[in-house]
């Protein structure tokens, strides 16, 4: 029975700890630029949901419709991360879409399609954008300036709170201290009273 809830454990941690390590490899945001002389451009946010696929939001800019004698698709496509072919994430329509994929990607691009069921991108790569990380959810944000004449004001309220929260921190340890100290007299004192 231990041997099986041990193995479940480690085989639960192993999943953890491997879907965390792609919690953020599509996290972020896209800005697909034109590859030819027209303006087009595409913002794109992708973020893992709980479900562990990547929702897709993409909001574009001057798209020519149609683009092209009989193209009217525009087709966006992910470059997967472990490599392999592109996948097929689905038309822009008018240049507000949503899509959903649980492969990770390092890149997006845009290509006109002539038949909007293809499988494969055609050489037409019209937009092209990498990945930027959310670079505000990474790093701790910076303290705002305080205004002038107050700088000393707000470093003793810091210096204050923290050390109230030392001496908070000590008074807990010494209260846990306290009752181990009391356990362990008591139970001496019910063994030595059990054997005289």
């Given at each position: 029975?231990?041997?099986?809830?041990?193995?479940?454990?480690?085989?639960?941690?192993?999943?953890?700890?491997?879907?965390?390590?792609?919690?953020?490899?599509?996290?972020?945001?896209?800005?697909?630029?034109?590859?030819?002389?027209?303006?087009?451009?595409?913002?794109?946010?992708?973020?893992?949901?709980?479900?562990?696929?990547?929702?897709?939001?993409?909001?574009?800019?001057?798209l020519i419709y149609p683009a092209g004698d009989d193209i009217f698709s525009y087709m966006l496509w992910a470059t997967p991360k472990e490599g392999g072919a592109p996948i097929k994430?689905?038309?822009?329509?008018?240049?507000?879409?949503?899509?959903?994929?649980?492969?990770?990607f390092t890149n997006l691009f845009v290509t006109t399609e002539r038949n909007a069921n293809t499988k494969t991108p055609s050489s037409n790569v019209v937009m092209r954008g990498t990945?930027?990380?959310?670079?505000?959810?990474?790093?701790?944000?910076?303290?705002?300036?305080?205004?002038?004449?107050?700088?000393?004001?707000?470093?003793?309220?810091?210096?204050?709170?923290?050390?109230?929260?030392?001496?908070?921190?000590?008074?807990?340890?010494?209260?846990?201290?306290?009752?181990?100290?009391?356990?362990?007299?008591?139970?001496?004192?019910?063994?030595?009273?059990?054997?005289?």
């Amino acid at each position: 029975m231990k041997k099986k809830l041990l193995t479940a454990l480690f085989s639960a941690l192993i999943v953890l700890f491997f879907s965390a390590t792609r919690t953020h490899a599509s996290e972020g945001t896209f800005e697909l630029r034109s590859t030819g002389a027209e303006d087009t451009r595409c913002f794109v946010a992708s973020l893992l949901m709980q479900d562990f696929n990547f929702r897709i939001l993409v909001s574009c800019r001057d798209l020519i419709y149609p683009a092209g004698d009989d193209i009217f698709s525009y087709m966006l496509w992910a470059t997967p991360k472990e490599g392999g072919a592109p996948i097929k994430l689905g038309q822009l329509a008018y240049g507000k879409a949503e899509f959903r994929t649980n492969k990770a990607f390092t890149n997006l691009f845009v290509t006109t399609e002539r038949n909007a069921n293809t499988k494969t991108p055609s050489s037409n790569v019209v937009m092209r954008g990498t990945l930027h990380s959310i670079t505000f959810l990474e790093r701790p944000t910076t303290p705002t300036p305080a205004p002038p004449g107050q700088e000393g004001q707000e470093a003793e309220a810091q210096t204050l709170s923290t050390r109230e929260r030392l001496v908070a921190g000590l008074k807990r340890a010494g209260l846990v201290s306290l009752i181990a100290l009391v356990a362990v007299i008591g139970l001496v004192f019910v063994v030595t009273r059990g054997r005289g």
